[in-house]
């Protein structure tokens, strides 16, 4: 029973890349599902979210307008679609899974489950 990330790499600036968050052993779409992402140095940071529905979803204010966040219930899996990456969105993502809280924004609660993360590093 795990979340697993895929889809990082390296990227330059101003590309796009796509990182899957796939849930095995259980359904995801019984779950919220948020995105977080940590930088060196600095503390994780909840940066998306969606609802079991695929609604609501939220965005942090570093990531509004370029990421989106969606669900595809039958492949047991939520995306992350990232456009006009900046150096500064390196870092690892991961994502977590919680049956009743929605709002996954808030790295020090302990989730239903976890990713082990997945690194982007966006350079030229």
């Known amino acids: 029973v795990q979340l697993v990330e895929s889809g990082g790499g390296l990227v330059q600036p101003g590309g796009s890349l796509r990182l899957s968050c796939a849930a095995s052993?259980?359904?995801?779409?019984?779950?919220?599902v948020g995105w977080f992402r940590q930088v060196p140095g600095k503390k994780r940071e909840g940066i998306s979210y969606i609802g079991k529905s695929g609604r609501p979803t939220y965005y942090a204010d570093s990531v509004k307008g370029r990421f989106t966040i969606s669900r595809d219930n039958a492949r047991n899996t939520v995306y992350l679609q990232m456009n006009s990456l900046k150096p500064e969105d390196t870092g690892v993502y991961y994502c977590?899974?919680?049956?009743?809280?929605?709002?996954?924004?808030?790295?020090?609660?302990?989730?239903?489950?976890w990713g082990q993360g997945t690194q982007v590093t966006v350079s030229s």
């Open positions: 977590a899974a919680d049956l009743k809280i929605l709002e996954i924004t808030d790295p020090r609660i302990l989730y239903d489950y």
């Open positions: 052993g259980f359904t995801l779409d019984d779950y919220n």
